[in-house]
């Protein structure tokens, strides 16, 4: 995958450290080895104090603690390593819902910045919280934390797409009468990305079911058709120069390539994937 160079330090030198298809599943945290267990590492810090939003002691502890979750080996991929760090987390601070904002907040924007969109994705989920469990008023104010990271979550509305295609053809996305719109985000310099458009070349009805739309990071013009038409896949082709700065990569909210968003015909986001597999799996499900 290939994610956004970014110029931002996050918060402290040890954050330099703090590395981020569908909801990766929650795994138990207590039953693995040589983790950080949260309520000795935090054994010196009262959950049940809101002063502790304003300790730089308290924000700098939550970065160790996330930073040891940073290439474990005990789990398949980084993003699982600190969702199952985070689940344990989160369930200690819901005992106070001012805290629970406040590190939910810290972690959104930590994670954003850092490129990990499941971990992001698994976030704005609101993890160890049921909706029984808080008031209407905590909840609107979870939602406002959340409000800048969800404007492409699945069920909602897309962004429109409207501009002139790789052929010189106008496009809009609202005016598409199929069935699924996929919407890919890919760079050409990235194999992963090939090796996801060449399953969806093969596996999808591109003809009837499915219309692709995809927006791509090259070094050129040049090298996006190049890429092209070496792949040989029908659809909706855009490229912007503006790259990750790009209107649609903007309005889509990618940090990350490959990134697809699967779109129904009355144009809700149904799904948000990274790779062929989790795109295959949603599809089953649809069905």
Same mark, same amino acid.
């Given at each position: 995958?290939?994610?956004?160079?970014?110029?931002?330090?996050?918060?402290?030198?040890?954050?330099?450290?703090?590395?981020?298809?569908?909801?990766?599943?929650?795994?138990?945290?207590?039953?693995?080895?040589?983790?950080?267990?949260?309520?000795?590492? $935090?054994?010196?810090?009262?959950? =049940?104090?809101? /002063?502790?939003?304003?300790? !730089?002691?308290?924000? +700098?502890?939550?970065?160790? @603690?996330?930073?040891?979750?940073?290439?474990?080996?005990?789990?398949?991929?980084?993003?699982?390593?600190?969702?199952?760090?985070?689940?344990?987390?989160?369930?200690?601070?819901?005992?106070?819902?001012?805290?629970?904002?406040?590190?939910?907040?810290?972690?959104?924007?930590?994670?954003?910045?850092?490129?990990?969109?499941?971990?992001?994705?698994?976030?704005?989920? $609101?993890?160890?919280?049921?909706? =029984?469990?808080? /008031?209407?008023?905590?909840? !609107?104010?979870?939602? +406002?934390?959340?409000?800048? @990271?969800?404007?492409?979550?699945?069920?909602?509305?897309?962004?429109?797409?409207?501009?002139?295609?790789?052929?010189?053809?106008?496009?809009?996305?609202?005016?598409?009468?199929?069935?699924?719109?996929?919407?890919?985000?890919?760079?050409?310099?990235?194999?992963?990305?090939?090796?996801?458009?060449?399953?969806?070349?093969?596996?999808?009805?591109?003809?009837?079911?499915?219309?692709?739309?995809?927006?791509?990071?090259?070094?050129?013009?040049?090298?996006?058709?190049?890429?092209?038409?070496?792949?040989?896949?029908?659809?909706?082709?855009?490229?912007?120069?503006?790259?990750?700065?790009?209107?649609?990569?903007?309005?889509?909210?990618?940090?990350?390539?490959?990134?697809?968003?699967?779109?129904?015909?009355?144009?809700?986001?149904?799904?948000?994937?990274?790779?062929?597999?989790?795109?295959?799996?949603?599809?089953?499900?649809?069905?």
């Amino acid at each position: 995958m290939e994610g956004r160079a970014k110029s931002k330090i996050f918060v402290f030198s040890v954050l330099a450290l703090f590395a981020m298809c569908c909801l990766l599943p929650k795994l138990s945290f207590s039953q693995e080895k040589n983790l950080p267990q949260v309520d000795v590492f $935090f054994q010196d810090y009262d959950f =049940n104090d809101t /002063s502790l939003m304003h300790a !730089e002691a308290f924000t +700098r502890k939550l970065a160790e @603690y996330v930073y040891q979750f940073y290439e474990n080996e005990d789990f398949g991929n980084q993003e699982t390593a600190y969702i199952v760090g985070l689940s344990p987390l989160f369930e200690k601070a819901k005992c106070n819902m001012r805290l629970y904002e406040f590190i939910l907040d810290f972690m959104l924007n930590g994670f954003e910045n850092l490129e990990l969109a499941s971990v992001t994705d698994y976030l704005l989920n $609101f993890p160890a919280l049921n909706e =029984n469990e808080i /008031s209407a008023e905590q909840g !609107e104010r979870l939602e +406002r934390i959340a409000e800048p @990271y969800q404007k492409v979550k699945v069920g909602a509305l897309t962004p429109d797409i409207e501009g002139i295609n790789s052929e010189g053809e106008p496009y809009h996305l609202y005016d598409s009468q199929t069935k699924y719109t996929l919407v890919v985000f890919w760079a050409t310099g990235c194999e992963h990305c090939h090796d996801f458009l060449k399953h969806v070349r093969k596996k999808l009805d591109l003809k009837k079911e499915y219309d692709l739309v995809t927006f791509a990071i090259a070094e050129d013009e040049a090298d996006w058709r190049d890429n092209l038409k070496e792949m040989h896949i029908t659809g909706q082709h855009f490229f912007d120069e503006q790259r990750w700065g790009g209107k649609a990569f903007e309005d889509y909210h990618v940090t990350q390539a490959p990134t697809a968003f699967l779109i129904d015909e009355n144009k809700i986001i149904v799904a948000k994937v990274y790779d062929w597999k989790e795109l295959k799996n949603e599809i089953k499900n649809l069905k």
